[in-house]
Each structure stands twice: as structure tokens, then as C-alpha cells.
């Protein structure tokens, strides 16, 4: 396709994404508690740098709701000036990340526990911005929100309660009775619920603008904290940023049929972003699903789709401040309210409890609201390595009583010495001086069980019965016994089975080694 087909589509796409832009940009940085214009600055910035730099040529970088408690933690111990200095130094390290092709190592954190994280940052983004909605303030954590809920629900309110009402309302059913992507849902609960607003002439808190947006811009400066304090909120930004934006590239790489990503370049393309972002007083940058998930479905083709949504939203600020200012933070706050609990999906939730992995979702998602991000993340993680040990430890014993006088038991999965006492329970339920088989399937043995395995053999053997034991898969008993470890004789192998048979030899008197 021409690179002038190609602009035909890119166009409309670029203002189809504008318009999701500025609404969010908008309500991110409110829910953050930096200057609105900050949102406005990244959504710029992540347009033109991150997009021109991109990696992922379709995915749509700028402010996410899934850094917004960090964010708000961060200003609240470092100020914003300090916040804009620690993003700057962030996107350097992403950038040096990038460089080092450290980038799909980020890709090594479970799905689980991002979709988790994602999950309890959601949770505390509805939790806060639900008290905005209803005409009040946030409190400090999402335990306090919760247990204030109900007294602001019960308690008098405002127009903002209505509008608040009015947008989340056509969020949700716009998507489902109009069919065009031309015609964002964000946009249109927006829109009308600024002019319900304007036109009843209702008395509520609205969006605040600079009237000079260049001569309002927040310079970074570096936080008059110790280093050890500074470094933490450097290394989660760029962490979680790098995170979230290659799993995003990831996702719209699923989206379409067009070139790959280069995850190490769009690594990179982020952290130029973010450290110029920083520079100029913006909030974090990452690449942003909704955002890109939009391009794609408008039909973009190149990467200039995302450059020019960016430039529509400077044109749009330096010219068109007044129509940002008409907008109720009410319409915002609902705005957030469906986007973090879309953080929440049920699809995922179904998809990690057909894996049995809900648990390591629930925990993280629950420590991220419950305390910290880093603390929710490190139970999630910790999780994670439990269910894995837990499966790779997993075997299963079966016994099966005699039809031909041979008792079998098949031992199938990861035999190790945490299932040393389950397999000693179950082979001491077997009836002395009886021919036993048995049969191995194993992905691996250690020596515990190794031994474990020897010592019942010298013991039912000594009681006048006889084991022959066959490995169907691997040759772990036959290596554990010729390394040293037994004294195992030569392998016979079984032609009709494909299998290893070993006749041990008889107990001796001595322990084994």
C-alpha cells in the first residue's frame, strides 16, 4: 500500500484517537492529583516522541490509569516538580534498559500477577473517583474510600451526582447501541454531559486550564530527599511503565497482520518519551490499550496515526482551552470509574480460574488496593512461585490391586522429596511378600526419593516379597543408581513397551547410600 493510502487511513484515525485522548488525559492526571495540564502534555509527548521513535508502529502512547496511584503517591512525598524530575530519570533507565535489550525481560513477569496489578489499581482508581462522581473528595486509601462509600452515597448531593450518573450511563450502553468507532464512547458521555450542564446552568467544579498553557509548565526539579528514598520511585515508574507498555505491544501485535514489534526499540521509544514527558512538567507515559485498540480498529496503518493524534492535542490546547474548561470534573471522575473497573476484566478472571491460577490473581489485585503496589506485586509474585513449585513437585501415585498376581504402581509426574511421605504412605498400604511392578513416568527424580524409593525396596524385599521397576519416560532411576547413588544393574530394555526394566538387586544388611 502507498505511503499516501496509507495517510488516507492514518488521518481519521489519529482523530478518532484524539478524542479518546483528551478525555482521559484529563481525568488521569485529576485522579493523580498533578495539574490537569500535565495529562495534556504526555498525551502530546507520547503521541509525537513515543510515536515517531515506536517499536510497535500502531500502539498509541500516553498518560494510563495504571500508573495513577503511583503517580499520586509519588507527588504526595515529592511534590510534582520532584515527580517530574523522577520520571525524567525513569525514562533514562527504560531507554538504558532498551539499549541493553533488557526489554523482554520485563516479559518474564507472570501475566497473572500484571493482569492482577492492573486488577488493584483499577480497584483503587473506581474507589477514589467514585467520591468525585458523587460530589465529594477522595480519601487517601482505597480501605478509607470503601468504608466511607456508603456515607457518601447517603449523604446530600449535588448536580455533580447526576452527571456523574448521565456519563457512566452512556459509557456503558453507547458501545452496545451504536456500532462506529468514529464516535468514541468517552467522547459522547463527555460531550453531553457538559452541555446538560451548561445548559441547566449547574454549579459544580469544572476543568481549570492556565491561560498561557507554555508559561504554566512545571519544570522538574530533583527532590530535596535522600537517594534511597528517591531511587524506589524511579525504578517502580520505569518498571511498571516498561511493563505496561510492552505487554500492550504484545496485545496489539494480536490486532493486526501488519510488521511486529521490536520490543526492545519501543522499550526505547518509551523512555525518550517519559524523560522528555519529565522535562516539561507531563506525567509518565506508556502505551495505552484503549488508545491503541482504537487506532487499530479505525483502520491506522502506520505510525503516523499516533504522531498526528498528538499533534491534535497540542493545536487543541493552545487554541480551544475554553471548550476543555466547560467540561464538569463530575463527567471525568465517572469516566475513571469505568475505566479502572474495566482494569477488572471477567474474561481474565474466567480465563485464571480455568487454570487454576485465581489465587495469584486475587492476591495481587488485593494487596495492590490493601497496601502498596510493590508490596501487592511481591505477594502476587511470591504466589506465583508457590503454584509453580507446587506444580512442578506434583506427582501422582497409583495403586492397583493384582489381576495376575503382579501388584503395579505407577508413579507418574515430578518425583521429589517433598512427596517423599505420601509415597512412603502409599507403598506401605501394599501386603508383604507380593511381586510388585513398578512403573515410573517421570520428568525428574532427586535423590531423596531416589532413596526413598531404595530403602522400601530393601525393606519389602527383606519381608520375602520381589520389585521390578520399569521407567516408561526419562531414565532418571537408572542414571540416579549408576551415578553412585545405588548400585543398580545394567538397564534390560522392554522392546513391546519402549521402557527400561531394572531387576534390583537383594537387600543388603548395610544402609544404602
Known sequence: MSALASFRHDIPSSIVVFLIAIPLSLGIAAASGAPLLSGLIAAVVGGIVAGALSGAPLQVSGPAAGLTGIVAGTIAEFGFAGTAAIVTVAGLLQILLGITRLGRAALALSPTVVHGMLAGIGLVIALSQVH?????????SAWANLRDLPGRVADHHSGSVLLGALTMTLLLLWSRLVKTTLLPAT??????????ATAVGADVERVDLPADPLSALILPRWPDSPLWEVVPAVVTIALVASVESLLSAVAVDRMHHGPRANLDR???AQGAANAVSGTLGGLPVTGVIVRSSANVAAGARTRASAILHGLWIAG???AGSVLLEMIPMAALAAVLVVVGLRLVSLAQIRTYARHRELPIYVITAVGVAATDLLIGVGLGMATAVFFMLRRLARCDI?????????????????????????LT???ATLPPGQHVALELHLDYLDHGAYETIRDWQASYTRAGGTVQVSEVHGSWFHRAGTDGLGTGK???????????????PPPRSTPIP
Open 132 to 140: 468525585v462522581a458523587l460530589g465529594g473528595e477522595p480519601q487517601s
Open 425 to 427: 504412605r502409599r507403598l
Open 490 to 504: 545394567r538397564p534390560v530394555r522392554c522392546p513391546a513397551q519402549g521402557s527400561v526394566r531394572y531387576e534390583l
Open 187 to 196: 467522547l459522547v458521555a463527555v460531550v453531553v454531559a457538559t452541555v446538560v
Open 266 to 268: 519501543e522499550l526505547i
Open 316 to 318: 487543541f490546547v493552545m
Open 398 to 422: 497409583q495403586v492397583t490391586e493384582p489381576k495376575s498376581g503382579t501388584w503395579l504402581v505407577s508413579i507418574t509426574g515430578t518425583l521429589a522429596f517433598v512427596a517423599c511421605g505420601r
